[in-house]
Protein backbone atom coordinates (compact mmCIF):
# COMPACT_ATOMS: atom_id res chain seq x y z
CA UNK A 1 0.00 0.00 0.00
CA UNK A 2 1.13 3.83 -0.94
CA UNK A 3 -0.50 6.63 0.42
CA UNK A 4 0.66 10.07 -1.44
CA UNK A 5 0.11 13.56 -0.15
CA UNK A 6 0.64 16.41 -2.82
CA UNK A 7 1.69 20.09 -1.77
CA UNK A 8 2.55 23.18 -3.32
CA UNK A 9 -0.43 24.29 -6.08
CA UNK A 10 -1.50 27.80 -5.90
CA UNK A 11 -2.07 30.63 -8.07
CA UNK A 12 0.24 31.96 -9.99
CA UNK A 13 0.53 34.65 -13.29
CA UNK A 14 0.66 33.44 -16.73
CA UNK A 15 4.12 32.96 -16.81
CA UNK A 16 5.04 32.29 -13.56
CA UNK A 17 6.13 28.77 -11.70
CA UNK A 18 5.22 26.72 -9.34
CA UNK A 19 6.81 23.16 -8.16
CA UNK A 20 4.40 20.31 -6.99
CA UNK A 21 5.62 17.57 -4.27
CA UNK A 22 4.21 14.14 -3.88
CA UNK A 23 5.30 12.90 -0.88
CA UNK A 24 4.93 8.89 -0.46
CA UNK A 25 4.77 6.66 2.39
CA UNK A 26 6.45 4.14 0.61
CA UNK A 27 10.45 4.02 -0.80
CA UNK A 28 9.87 5.49 -4.22
CA UNK A 29 12.93 3.49 -5.37
CA UNK A 30 10.34 0.37 -5.25
CA UNK A 31 7.65 2.11 -6.47
CA UNK A 32 7.68 0.76 -10.54
CA UNK A 33 6.59 4.30 -11.86
CA UNK A 34 5.18 7.44 -10.60
CA UNK A 35 3.64 10.85 -12.25
CA UNK A 36 1.41 13.45 -12.18
CA UNK A 37 -2.51 13.61 -13.59
CA UNK A 38 -4.47 16.61 -13.95
CA UNK A 39 -8.53 16.93 -14.41
CA UNK A 40 -10.03 20.62 -15.60
CA UNK A 41 -13.59 21.15 -15.37
CA UNK A 42 -15.33 19.69 -18.06
CA UNK A 43 -12.19 17.81 -19.29
CA UNK A 44 -10.87 14.54 -18.58
CA UNK A 45 -7.82 13.58 -16.21
CA UNK A 46 -4.90 13.37 -18.48
CA UNK A 47 -1.40 12.06 -17.76
CA UNK A 48 0.93 15.05 -17.46
CA UNK A 49 4.35 13.68 -16.85
CA UNK A 50 5.30 10.17 -15.18
CA UNK A 51 8.95 8.86 -14.14
CA UNK A 52 9.41 4.93 -13.68
CA UNK A 53 12.06 3.31 -11.03
CA UNK A 54 14.73 3.70 -13.57
CA UNK A 55 14.46 7.42 -14.14
CA UNK A 56 12.87 6.91 -17.24
CA UNK A 57 10.37 9.45 -18.14
CA UNK A 58 7.45 11.26 -20.32
CA UNK A 59 5.54 14.13 -20.89
CA UNK A 60 1.97 14.88 -22.33
CA UNK A 61 3.19 17.21 -25.76
CA UNK A 62 1.47 20.29 -24.46
CA UNK A 63 3.71 20.19 -21.44
CA UNK A 64 6.90 19.44 -23.01
CA UNK A 65 10.24 21.82 -22.61
CA UNK A 66 7.79 23.65 -19.44
CA UNK A 67 7.38 20.93 -17.27
CA UNK A 68 10.38 18.78 -15.26
CA UNK A 69 9.45 15.44 -13.32
CA UNK A 70 11.96 14.58 -10.73
CA UNK A 71 12.58 12.49 -7.96
CA UNK A 72 14.13 12.06 -4.52
CA UNK A 73 14.71 9.11 -3.77
CA UNK A 74 16.42 9.40 -0.27
CA UNK A 75 13.28 11.54 1.04
CA UNK A 76 10.45 9.10 -0.90
CA UNK A 77 9.41 12.65 -2.58
CA UNK A 78 8.83 13.03 -6.60
CA UNK A 79 8.55 16.88 -7.54
CA UNK A 80 6.91 18.59 -11.10
CA UNK A 81 8.43 21.60 -11.81
CA UNK A 82 5.89 23.66 -13.85
CA UNK A 83 7.46 26.83 -15.68
CA UNK A 84 6.06 29.36 -18.51
CA UNK A 85 2.45 28.52 -17.07
CA UNK A 86 -0.81 29.09 -18.78
CA UNK A 87 -4.02 29.34 -18.26
CA UNK A 88 -4.93 26.20 -20.24
CA UNK A 89 -2.42 24.57 -16.99
CA UNK A 90 -5.23 25.57 -14.38
CA UNK A 91 -6.76 22.13 -13.09
CA UNK A 92 -6.28 20.10 -10.09
CA UNK A 93 -3.14 17.98 -9.91
CA UNK A 94 -2.75 14.64 -8.78
CA UNK A 95 0.16 12.78 -7.88
CA UNK A 96 0.15 8.60 -9.06
CA UNK A 97 2.03 5.47 -8.07
CA UNK A 98 1.94 2.17 -9.89
CA UNK A 99 2.87 -1.07 -8.20
CA UNK A 100 3.40 -4.34 -8.29
CA UNK A 101 1.98 -5.89 -5.35
CA UNK A 102 1.63 -9.63 -5.04
CA UNK A 103 1.78 -10.42 -8.89
CA UNK A 104 -0.62 -7.88 -9.33
CA UNK A 105 -0.44 -3.88 -10.18
CA UNK A 106 -1.85 -1.77 -8.02
CA UNK A 107 -2.76 2.04 -8.44
CA UNK A 108 -2.63 4.53 -6.04
CA UNK A 109 -3.98 8.57 -5.87
CA UNK A 110 -3.41 11.40 -4.32
CA UNK A 111 -5.85 13.57 -2.90
CA UNK A 112 -4.81 16.56 -5.41
CA UNK A 113 -3.57 19.80 -5.27
CA UNK A 114 -5.51 22.85 -7.12
CA UNK A 115 -3.31 24.84 -9.45
CA UNK A 116 -4.51 28.50 -10.81
CA UNK A 117 -3.07 29.93 -13.69
CA UNK A 118 -4.55 33.37 -14.33
CA UNK A 119 -4.05 37.16 -14.24
Known amino acids: QVQLVESGGGLVQPGGSLRLSCSAS????????MGWYRQAPGKERELVARITRVGSTNYADSVKGRFTISRDNAKNTVYLQMNSLQPEDTAVYYC?????????????WGQGTQVTVSS
Open 96 to 108: HARKMERGRWNDY
Open 26 to 33: RRIFSINA
